[in-house]
């Protein structure tokens, strides 16, 4: 399978973020929508999977789990869509280099966050919810007891938990970025997805299915979630943004500023 070099990804995730903050808001918002509902489909996908599974399984059925969640950075990464998580990584890069004004980010990640919350509410409510799919027995308990655990972090541990988690989701979205083909591109996104959800990190877009779940069937309340945001998505913005994008860009600043100036180059050769 072809891949690209670490220098060529970091010079690739430069323009993802350029095109990211270039999207008409029409597009921005029904792609916002699809990332909000893809990882939920991912995530409704483990509660299904896992929630009757023997207790005396223990950690094994959390691998099982985490090993089913990744479809929907999958779907998004290939079929399209935008997650907030992974903008956290690929917009810092472009405004790192330059290309990108810091308010563009800002305008990026407020509506990324409104569009991926209307979606992952829309398959909490519509498919869990309406088609009973998380309203009782074993898959509701799942969904009670998971949210419950998110909730009860106080805020300097969901806020370190998030950053463990937006690093490794951060490096699943470098990583699709190295691969050439869509084999690649799965085997890139899975293996670093798998392992957050296995240690229990806490994912801004992923709290707003589960938890919102949770609050649709009688549990925990609206101010309890957004006491849980704000921890969650301050976390996961240090992960993305400086433990990959800051990280990458200091080591490969040389790199990226000979590509920028190749550009340049070649667009006013192709100008004269």
Same mark, same amino acid.
């Given at each position: 399978?072809?891949?690209?070099?670490?220098?060529?990804?970091?010079?690739?995730?430069?323009?993802?973020?350029?095109?990211?903050?270039?999207?008409?808001?029409?597009?921005?918002?029904?792609?916002?929508?699809?990332?909000?509902?893809?990882?939920?489909?991912?995530?409704? !996908?483990? %509660?299904?999977?896992?929630?009757?599974?023997? *207790? =005396?399984?223990? @950690?094994? $059925?959390? /691998?099982?789990?985490?090993? &089913?969640?990744?479809?929907?950075?999958?779907?998004?990464?290939?079929?399209?869509?935008?997650?907030?998580?992974?903008?956290?990584?690929?917009?810092?890069?472009?405004?790192?280099?330059?290309?990108?004004?810091?308010?563009?980010?800002?305008?990026?990640?407020?509506?990324?966050?409104?569009?991926?919350?209307?979606?992952? !509410?829309? %398959?909490?409510?519509?498919?869990?919810?309406? *088609? =009973?799919?998380? @309203?009782? $027995?074993? /898959?509701?308990?799942?969904? &009670?007891?998971?949210?419950?655990?998110?909730?009860?972090?106080?805020?300097?541990?969901?806020?370190?938990?998030?950053?463990?988690?937006?690093?490794?989701?951060?490096?699943?979205?470098?990583?699709?970025?190295?691969?050439?083909?869509?084999?690649?591109?799965?085997?890139?996104?899975?293996?670093?997805?798998?392992?957050?959800?296995?240690?229990?990190?806490?994912?801004?877009?992923?709290?707003?299915?589960?938890?919102?779940?949770?609050?649709?069937?009688?549990?925990?309340?609206?101010?309890?979630?957004?006491?849980?945001?704000?921890?969650?998505?301050?976390?996961?913005?240090?992960?993305?943004?400086?433990?990959?994008?800051?990280?990458?860009?200091?080591?490969?600043?040389?790199?990226?500023?000979?590509?920028?100036?190749?550009?340049?180059?070649?667009?006013?050769?192709?100008?004269?």
């Amino acid at each position: 399978m072809a891949y690209k070099s670490p220098q060529d990804i970091a010079a690739y995730a430069v323009e993802a973020g350029v095109k990211k903050t270039s999207l008409n808001f029409k597009s921005m918002m029904l792609l916002g929508f699809l990332g909000g509902a893809y990882i939920s489909a991912g995530y409704l !996908l483990s %509660v299904r999977v896992t929630a009757s599974l023997p *207790a =005396e399984w223990g @950690t094994f $059925g959390s /691998f099982i789990g985490a090993a &089913v969640f990744p479809l929907g950075l999958i779907l998004i990464l290939i079929a399209g869509g935008e997650l907030l998580t992974g903008n956290m990584m690929a917009v810092p890069m472009a405004c790192l280099t330059g290309r990108v004004r810091w308010s563009r980010l800002a305008h990026n990640w407020f509506w990324i966050t409104v569009s991926n919350f209307a979606g992952a !509410l829309f %398959v909490a409510y519509f498919f869990g919810h309406l *088609a =009973e799919l998380t @309203t009782s $027995g074993a /898959f509701l308990e799942k969904v &009670v007891d998971t949210a419950g655990h998110k909730l009860e972090a106080d805020f300097w541990p969901a806020l370190i938990s998030a950053v463990g988690c937006n690093w490794l989701v951060g490096l699943a979205v470098w990583l699709s970025y190295g691969a050439e083909d869509i084999g690649g591109k799965i085997a890139a996104i899975w293996f670093p997805i798998m392992a957050f959800v296995a240690i229990g990190f806490q994912h801004v877009v992923a709290n707003m299915f589960i938890i919102p779940a949770a609050i649709f069937e009688g549990y925990f309340s609206w101010g309890e979630y957004f006491g849980n945001f704000i921890p969650v998505f301050l976390g996961n913005a240090i992960g993305g943004a400086v433990l990959v994008a800051l990280v990458y860009w200091q080591s490969y600043q040389g790199h990226l500023q000979s590509v920028s100036q190749a550009d340049k180059q070649e667009s006013r050769e192709i100008q004269g």
